[in-house]
């Protein structure tokens, strides 16, 4: 059980889910899903609704009579048993310690391609890491309050950034939908799903949450808006650069931010707005180091809420796992791809893949099987 | 003792925070940043212009913008295999710590560079970190960039205010529409062709603005883009037919001259183009209708022509709609000889006729090119300015007579 000092609100797991994810969504979301889906991105994004809301809705269930402060980890527990929970936990934080590393590359990648020329990634995801692990350190707790802080911020700027490029779009290459090619809308359903998986994994932290009440209109409120955004961002790329040049480019959204101007007194606003987004690696990163090192806890049988009251450099009760965790992310982050080609590979070819498979396989399963077994 | 220990732990924490925050303040970017540059070391590139050069080289050269009379402006060309080492060139030559190109902001390609380097150039442009991609690319008409730019203005006025100031006025009058490289670039991406506002660098006599002998810059239609490649160009009335079949006429001035009457000048206020295509059982394109709707104000006549009177009014009417389908005709038969959708044809039927073009098998300029086009204009022109009836009229002056 974690101590009720350590608990965060409601309101700022949807603030962790939400900035969390726009890295991921602007890395992939433009561009990849272009590729699949064509000029209708926007309408792959609203399919994709039907098997987010599958999930979630299973999800919801899974934790219908969770006991107050009870994650994913109590319910594998309780619906697989102890060993079998144990096994499972620890595939999903192996792939998690592995999905953090390639999110933290991914984020150094963008700085170098966007803003900071000729620089060595490495330089930022050592900096990068070392960002993250002073929250992870201290009390979930900041974390939250820290993401309720960025959570306007990132609206705002994401507001302004719409408002001002809808001026570049074209509608004329965004044509209506027909019913002439119905896969080419389905095609791009999966590189949604894996974007939006990461919230999935975010039930991992669903124990340090206060409280149980309004968990269903918080998750629905959460997908509403990141609908929108993905919704909004198709449809500025590719009303701006068209089908063919938003599946070409890079970091499409940030070739957007570059291109605006206010009133033509205020231009080249992208490292600006690349600062920001720093903010939602932050996020993302801290919040999987969080769920990570609860998990291998819980492996281990430390106890979790004993440690949030212990100094930030102690190693006593399972502590050392945080050092332990940060460091497989910077091993990871720093040997997954040598270069920027073979991580877009990799983001291409495996990551979605084997993401899909962990929230839309393996997760559903197991929480059926805790229903049948009505453990849950 | 405990708890005095970690209070000045955190007091040194904080204190170390502050002073790391001090190292952001200008003072001392000089030392510690490797890549800040100082305002005044920086020389700011306004205009850049790319030519062929000898062998399988490229010419660039580049505008600072206006210069004063202490900072007079730098204009300086060099050549070299590729745009990038050829800006490297510049950079040993400019006498400036840098050379700044973030905030480039147009582009001139001479004839010869826009036939054999567009597409080299816009793939530049689309990965260069430097340049932006919202750059205004103009083709000179039967001339060199390097030309254009070292030749025209003077010592106050140079080529980038030259430009700044033809854009804002053809833009205005309907001329020609400054598409970006990016506009250029996703049009040739989507539908193999674009528009490039087109220039022409010509003597002045001596004028105000610019020395005798020196060159001033005229819009001069558009370049057509076929394949990433200049292929042509529209003139000037071609171009106000493109932007009308483009939907993109702003208050554009047209002269014409009704039958019996003498001749007219009227700006147009609105004006709308609605596109409508018939597809036969295999959805191949079998006609395209094209409706041009404009409204537009009487600015100047030569005979003092009586607004009042239906049928100076019908016979004026009659003129402007043959003018506006005559200038679109031209436009749309440049298209369909060159087999290039310049003008973005297939994308604005995609939009109103989805799923005909998408499920038809055939490409779309070959079916354009068989399909029965016909353009029709309905102009009317149904206001004047400050004056109802011209002077003389009525045994009145104009500007008594109030409109009732």
């Known amino acids: ?376 | 003792m405990y708890t005095l220990y970690i209070s000045v732990q955190k007091r040194i924490g904080a204190l170390l925070l502050v002073f790391s925050s001090l190292l952001a303040l200008c003072g001392c970017n000089g030392s510690i940043y490797a890549n800040y540059r100082e305002l005044d070391t920086l020389q700011l590139v306004q205009t850049i212009g790319i030519d062929p050069g000898d062998e399988k080289k490229l010419r660039v050269t580049i505008s600072t913008g206006a210069g004063t009379e202490a900072i007079p402006t730098a204009k300086i060309s060099r050549e070299s295999e590729s745009i990038i080492l050829a800006m490297e060139y510049l950079q040993d030559y400019s006498g400036k710590e840098e050379l700044y190109f973030s905030h480039t902001r147009y582009a001139l390609l001479g004839d010869e560079a826009a036939r054999r380097y567009l597409p080299e150039f816009l793939d530049y442009i689309e990965r260069s970190p430097r340049l932006r991609m919202d750059i205004t690319p103009y083709v000179v008409r039967g001339g060199t960039a390097e030309k254009a730019i070292s030749e025209s203005g003077d010592k106050r006025y140079e080529v980038t205010e030259a430009i700044t100031a033809m854009e804002r006025a053809s833009k205005r009058n309907g001329v020609c529409y400054p598409y970006s490289c990016r506009e250029v670039a996703r049009s040739i991406a989507e539908y193999g062709g674009a528009l490039i506002c087109a220039v022409a660098a010509k003597k002045t006599e001596d004028s105000v603005f610019v020395e005798s002998g020196k060159l001033a810059v005229v819009p001069s239609g558009y370049g057509i883009i076929k394949d990433g490649k200049l292929a042509g160009y529209l003139d000037i009335n071609e171009s106000r037919g493109a932007n009308l079949l483009l939907n993109q006429i702003e208050n554009s001035s047209f002269y014409f001259e009704p039958a019996g009457l003498s001749g007219v000048t009227v700006l147009t206020d609105v004006s709308n183009t609605e596109y409508t295509a018939v597809f036969d059982e295999s959805n191949v394109l079998r006609q395209l209708k094209v409706e041009i709707s404009l409204k537009a104000g009487l600015v100047e006549n030569d005979s003092l022509l009586d607004l009042s009177d239906p049928e100076v009014e019908k016979a004026m009417n009659r003129a402007l709609s043959e003018k506006l389908c005559e200038y679109s005709e031209k436009a749309m038969r440049h298209s369909l000889e060159l087999e290039c959708d310049f003008m973005g044809l297939y994308g604005t039927l995609l939009c109103k006729y989805p799923s005909k073009l998408a499920e038809s098998k055939e490409s779309f300029m070959p079916m354009l090119k068989n399909a029965e086009i016909s353009i029709s204009a309905d102009a009317k022109i149904d206001h004047s300015f400050n004056m109802v009836r011209p002077i003389g009229e009525g045994g009145k002056e104009g500007g008594d007579e109030q409109q009732g």
């Open chain 1, 1 to 376: 059980m974690n101590s009720k000092a350590n608990n965060i609100t409601r309101y700022q797991m949807l603030c962790i889910g939400f900035v969390a994810l726009l890295s991921p969504i602007i890395r992939l979301l433009p561009q990849q899903l272009v590729n699949s889906a064509g000029p209708h991105a926007w309408l792959t994004t609203l399919i994709s609704l039907v098997p987010l809301l599958l999930v979630f809705m299973l999800v919801l269930r899974f934790f219908k009579y969770a006991l107050p402060n009870e994650g994913y980890c109590e319910l594998f527990l309780r619906s697989l048993g102890k060993t079998m929970g144990k096994v499972l936990i620890m595939l999903f934080t192996l792939w998690m310690l592995f999905y953090t590393a390639f999110a933290l590359r991914s984020a150094a990648d963008r700085y170098v391609s966007t803003a900071y020329f000729n620089t060595d990634p490495k330089i930022f995801c050592i900096s990068m890491l070392v960002l993250c692990i002073v929250p992870a350190l201290g009390r979930f707790r900041v974390l939250g309050r820290t993401a309720e802080c960025f959570f306007p911020l990132l609206v705002i700027t994401l507001i302004f950034v719409f408002a001002f490029s809808f001026t570049d779009v074209d509608f004329k290459f965004i044509p209506p939908p027909t019913a002439a090619k119905p896969l080419t809308f389905i095609k791009g359903v999966p590189t949604v799903a894996n974007v939006m998986s990461v919230a999935v994994y975010m039930g991992f932290l669903e124990g340090r949450i206060g409280e149980k009440a309004s968990r269903k209109k918080m998750a629905f409120i959460w997908l509403g808006l990141i609908t929108l955004v993905i919704m909004l961002l198709c449809v500025v790329t590719v009303g701006t650069f068209g089908e063919t040049m938003t599946s070409r480019l890079s970091y499409p959204f940030f070739i957007v931010i570059r291109n605006l101007s206010l009133f033509n007194f205020l231009e080249r606003l992208e490292a600006i707005i690349l600062a920001l987004w720093v903010f939602t690696d932050y996020a993302l990163i801290s919040a999987m180091l969080f769920a990570i090192v609860n998990n291998l806890r819980v492996c281990f049988n430390y106890i979790p809420e004993s440690a949030e009251s212990e100094k930030a450099l102690c190693l006593k009760n399972g502590r050392w796992l945080i050092w332990l965790s940060a460091a497989l992310v910077l091993l990871g982050a720093l040997f997954i791809a040598p270069d920027a080609l073979i991580l877009s590979k990799l983001s291409r070819e495996l990551i979605p893949g084997i993401n899909n498979v962990f929230t839309f396989g393996l997760l559903p399963l197991v929480i059926i099987v805790g229903l049948l077994r009505k453990k849950v």
